[in-house]
Structures are given as C-alpha cells and as structure tokens.
C-alpha cells in the first residue's frame, strides 16, 4: 500500500507540473475577461463618480435642521441625536474613499497628461471639490492629499491633512480648473450628467463652489475669505436659473438612476402614501411647517401635503408639523400631519439641486453686507434670492411645483431685508431664508447653520441624547478608523479634538 501512495503521489506530482507548466503557456489568454477593457474610459467612470458624489443625501440631517422628524428613535436620529444611533454617521466617510474620490483618481489620472481633454480634467477637478468639500465639512480633518493611494503607492494608511490646509487646496484647484476650461477642447458631452459637457456652466459651477468655499471662512480667515470671495464673484457665479446645476435622474430602472434623496424618503417612510402606515413614522417638523404657514409661504402646498380620506391636500390651512418630542408612540392622529408631497419632493426622476442661483444670492447678499460686493444693493441680492428659490421649485416639480409670479412678489413685498438692521439681525434674516430656499438639502444648510448660528433654531433636548441638548457639530469618523489608520487617526484627533459630535471643526467657530 505505501509504495502504491508513494508511486501514485510522485505521478501525480509529475502530472501536476506539466499542468502548470501548460497552463502558464496560455495564462494571459484564458485568464483574460473578453469583455473588460485595459484601460479606463473617463467619461463611463466620471458619470458614476457623479452618481456616487451625489449618493449619500443624509436625510437624518433634515431632522437635525427641523424639517422633519418621527415618533421613532432610530429614524429619528437627526432631530433626538439618540446615542444609541451615532454609527449613522459613519456612513459618508466608509463610503465617499472607494466611490467617488477613489472614482475621480482613477480619471483624472486617466486624461491629465493629454492637452486634449483639459476639460475632462478641469470638470473632473471641480467635481473631486465638491466632493471633498462635502465631507471635510462633515468630519472637518480627513484624508486628503494622500487618499485613495492604495493601487499606486501602496500607501493603505493615508495621513489626515487639516481642514485649514484642505480649503486652500481646494480653493486653488477652483481657480486653476476654472481658467483651464476650454469651450474649443472636448467635454464629457452626455457623460455629464450635471451640464452636459457645458464648459461656460462649469465654469460658473466652479466659481460658485469657490464663493461657498470662501464665506465659510469669515470667522477663521477673514482676509482670504474675502480674497477668494471676490475673486469668485469676478470670474462669474450662478444667478441665472438656466446655469443651476443640477444632476439628472430617471424614475424608472436600477436605483442609481434614481433622485437619490427621493428614493430614500420614499423607501424609508412614504412608499405606502397613505399618510399613516409611514415605514418610519416620519413627518414634516411643526417648526419648519410653522415657519411656512406663519409667513404665508406660497412653497408651503408645493412642497406639503396632508393625506386626507386617502388623498394629498395641499391645501395650506390644514398643514401641520408634528413636534420632535414624541418618544416611540405612534400619535393617535398621526394621519392629520404634514408630509413630502409626492409630486414634487418624492419625484424619483426629478433633478436634484446640486448649486442654485438661490444659494449664490443670499451668499452675495452677505458679501455685500461686509462691503466685499457692490454690484448691487444687499436688499437687492436678497429679493433675488427668494424669488431664485420659489421659481427653482418648477425645475424640481414641473407644474406642480411652479408658483406664480404674481405670488413670488407678494411673498417678496412683504418680506424685504431690514437694511436699518444690525448686521446680526441681516444675518439672521438672510440664513433664515436661506433655511427655507436649500430645501432639501439638509446638509448644505447644516454647514451654513454652524457657520452662521442660524435660523435661530432650538435645540431637542431628547432623553438618552448624544450632545447633552445642543445641535451636534460634526459627524464621528467611523469605529474601523481607529484600528485600521490608527496612527493617522490618532494624530488627527490630537490636532482637532475628540471624535464626537461635539467637537468644532476648523471653520465651525
């Protein structure tokens, strides 16, 4: 028997070698995918990277800017802060690093040794800020001049750069990308989800993002705050509803085609739209819906319904928020509250806002309070604003969603900007406004919420919460960070401050 094995064994081995050795003539062919390409087409991956920079719309974060809330815990992270949820804020920076950062690497790398596509590279470039930018304003440090260097460097433990340094790396990569675009060069044409190729609104887009850039840095930096401010205002901002950038989606097929805002909402809380089986128990907010009704807003029906004998009413009247303060019961009358009203809000082919003409005044508007801007006057810029925002409803809704011109002038007479003021009190009317003009975007108002204290909203103050009753101010890196890159995370916690909700980020002062 053993020399059977031991003869057997030794064929086998034998037979085993002239496999490999087989095998090794042929590797590359028959280990080959016929359908996989060599090398990466920028435009496929810059289309998905867009896709992904536009994912995670955190809607927790509308809770926590008190436009919605729910009787439930879990759901209502946002607006209780509830401790047992903080890992929900994990979520954007586990996900950002292997999407779309790791996405715009892979093109930009691809496109910017050819002259040729300079302008797949500035667009690339641009797009890659908004992204960081998004998530920095997050987090506050992060990795950034070494992330997603895995594949090329080998280096699997990227140091965290400061969010100072971070702003003035993306304010240059603003400024460069801006002056590299070429109308007469290639664009990424239907690739571009955003403009289409369109290297004027890029170019807008890209100023834009540079004016937002630079406010946030009025408490911390004033003197570069208002240099790059007012270089953005020169080379040219969004302001006509025409140059919105917005990302396009489909309501039919896979998800990611899908208005990734509405489709969460919609899976999360409304999918039965009956007003009461609410996955979730979630609803509008009574201080958002009192705010609305209080100032007679012609958005309220627009963007609100009650679901009454089974049908959405957007009659304004009837609007009513429910209260944050619920704890795990679902309310007798839960039915009788105010939701997204499924034409407009819930559209899952509808665009989202990425930057809007809107946003660009009422940052115009400050600016022209500090005396950085004087192309027109501070009461100007803010009716241009609101009027911006109440026409922006029609590119989200179609019919739906527009409101007559007529309506937009009323709202705006009887709500001019106290120009005899304090600059406090402009302030809070201006992110007032702007509170109500970014919705939905919850986290862009978040950031400017930190920023500027206001609205001047209060604080749920919820049993079991994670802030001892203040609005947190920025979210926790994820638990894996702390084994995985620990010498790199420690180091970021030392400079910045621990890694909880409460701990200021750079701007954030």
Not at 55 to 79: E, H, K, P
Not at 124 to 149: E, H, K
Not at 442 to 461: C, H, I, K, M
Not at 496 to 501: K, T
Request: net charge neutral; charged share 15%; with cysteine.
């Amino acid at each position: 028997m053993k020399n059977i094995i031991k003869y057997t064994g030794g064929v086998l081995a034998l037979a085993g070698m002239m496999s490999l050795q087989s095998c090794d003539k042929d590797f590359a062919d028959t280990n080959t995918n016929p359908d996989a390409v060599s090398t990466p087409i920028p435009q496929y991956i810059f289309t998905k990277a867009q896709y992904d920079g536009m994912a995670r719309q955190f809607i927790f974060l509308q809770g926590t800017m008190q436009y919605t809330t729910s009787y439930n815990d879990v759901a209502g992270f946002g607006s209780k802060y509830n401790a047992a949820q903080n890992g929900q804020s994990f979520a954007a920076f586990a996900n950002a690093y292997p999407n779309e950062i790791n996405e715009l690497g892979i093109v930009i790398k691809a496109v910017k040794n050819d002259p040729s596509k300079i302008n797949l590279l500035a667009e690339a470039m641009i797009w890659r800020v908004y992204c960081f930018s998004r998530l920095t304003d997050l987090y506050g440090d992060i990795p950034y001049f070494q992330a997603v260097q895995g594949y090329d460097s080998a280096n699997y433990k990227p140091a965290y750069d400061a969010q100072k340094d971070i702003y003035a790396d993306m304010l240059s990569q603003l400024d460069l990308a801006a002056q590299n675009l070429d109308a007469s060069k290639a664009t990424y044409g239907a690739a571009d989800l955003i403009y289409g190729g369109a290297t004027d609104k890029w170019k807008k887009f890209a100023y834009s993002l540079m004016l937002r850039c630079a406010m946030r840095m009025t408490k911390v930096d004033a003197a570069s705050a208002k240099t790059w401010a007012t270089k953005a205002i020169a080379g040219g901002v969004i302001t006509a509803d025409a140059d919105v950038a917005k990302m396009s989606y489909l309501s039919s097929g896979q998800d990611i085609n899908k208005n990734p805002m509405a489709l969460n909402l919609w899976n999360s809380d409304y999918i039965a739209q009956n007003g009461n089986t609410n996955t979730e128990g979630g609803k509008y907010q009574d201080v958002f819906i009192n705010y609305l009704k209080n100032t007679n807003d012609p958005r309220l029906p627009v963007i609100s319904v009650v679901w009454n004998g089974g049908v959405p009413d957007t009659t304004s009247s009837i609007q009513k928020g429910m209260p944050a303060t619920l704890a795990n019961a679902k309310p007798a009358n839960f039915v009788t509250y105010s939701e997204p009203n499924p034409k407009t809000v819930l559209q899952l082919g509808s665009p989202f806002l990425v930057f809007t003409a809107a946003e660009s005044y009422f940052l115009l508007t400050e600016a022209a309070l500090r005396g950085w801007y004087t192309g027109a006057t501070a009461s100007t810029l803010y009716q241009n604003g609101i009027s911006a925002a109440m026409r922006q409803w029609s590119l989200i809704g179609g019919a739906a969603g527009t409101i007559s011109t007529s309506a937009i002038n009323t709202y705006v007479a009887n709500n001019p900007l106290n120009i005899a003021g304090t600059f406090d009190q402009q302030m809070n009317q201006i992110y007032t406004q702007f509170w109500v003009s970014l919705f939905p975007d919850a986290q862009e108002v978040f950031a400017s919420f930190r920023r500027t204290g206001y609205p001047a909203l209060t604080p749920n103050n919820y049993p079991g919460n994670a802030t001892g009753g203040q609005f947190f101010r920025r979210m926790e890196y994820p638990i894996s960070e702390a084994t995985l890159n620990a010498d790199s995370y420690s180091a970021a916690v030392a400079r910045q401050g621990s890694n909880d909700f409460m701990t200021h980020i750079w701007w954030d002062k």
